[in-house]
């Protein structure tokens, strides 16, 4: 697939880049997402509207607030987000949805500060997007309610205060999370179902297309109306929408880009 310069899509949605985050703690493809928005860039392709649903900024090994707040911190924020502002064509938003590796909050907000940075840049910032069309929500909540999040938080602000007396114990962190914290990810086919039907009640899903990330599956179920834009941790893919036409898209190489799934409403 090639993207045709100057062209105006409806909407680019992506999901758990995880920025910031260290390879040491966990692998990312962060430069391939910068050679993804540097080729849209350099083509002049816009999107009316521009979706990160979730997971963008990794705030559970560190603080994103502090690393904002230090010269170098804040420039690495820039060279992400200048890249993704230059995106939106100015017809529309730019909506940042909030995912839970975003956030150490109980009450699921950003922290203050990265919160202030995306203002001023004009992002919406919110837990779902909706319009006439599609929800896009980041699909956390399929997995936790309020009290199990509010347990996994308490314990993993805990995990932080050690972690930053001895900072090997940030891979603690991460399996430590993965073996008691984290809601397993669906598996089998029936639980990938459950997973999305639930999430489909959540949302009052409707006829609508349901956007989501969270699991990491680059995956499109037509029957429910289900989108996942997968992540820039394994699989390098993002949706692009044209009217009634949602496109998930995989970067295979620099510059070359394979469509692998096609929803039309």
């Known amino acids: 697939m090639k993207f045709r310069r100057g062209s105006i899509y409806e909407a680019f949605f992506i999901s758990d880049i995880h920025y910031l985050l260290n390879k040491k703690i966990k692998s990312h493809k962060h430069k391939e997402l910068f050679q993804l928005l540097d080729h849209l860039g350099k083509k002049e392709i816009k999107f009316n509207n521009v979706y990160l649903v979730g997971d963008i900024i990794e705030n559970w090994f560190f603080s994103a607030d502090r690393r904002l707040q230090r010269v170098k911190g804040k420039k690495r924020f820039n060279k992400l987000f200048d890249r993704l502002d230059k995106l939106a064509s100015g017809a529309g938003k730019k909506y940042y949805i909030v995912g839970n590796h ?36 980041h699909g956390h909540q399929g997995q936790y309610n309020k009290f199990t999040w509010m347990g996994s938080i308490l314990v993993l602000r805990l995990l932080h205060v050690f972690a930053s007396i001895l900072p090997a114990l940030f891979k603690f ?12 990810d669906p598996s089998t086919t029936e639980e990938t ?73």
């Open 193 to 265: 179902l459950h997973y999305y039907q639930r999430l489909s009640r959540l949302t009052h899903q409707g006829h609508k297309v349901l956007i989501s990330g969270h699991t990491h599956d680059f995956l499109c179920i037509p029957k429910i109306n289900i989108i996942n834009t997968g992540d820039w941790v394994k699989s390098n893919s993002f949706v692009i929408q044209e009217n009634k036409k949602f496109s998930g898209i995989r970067m295979v190489a620099r510059k070359e880009f394979k469509r692998e799934f096609v929803l039309k409403l």
């Open 173 to 184: 962190s991460e399996n430590f999370y993965h073996k008691h914290l984290n809601r397993q």
């Open 102 to 137: 975003d956030t150490t909050s109980y009450l699921m907000r950003l922290s203050p500060k990265v919160e202030n940075y995306l203002r001023e840049r004009d992002w919406v910032i919110c837990e779902k997007a909706e319009n006439e069309l599609l929800i896009a929500i």
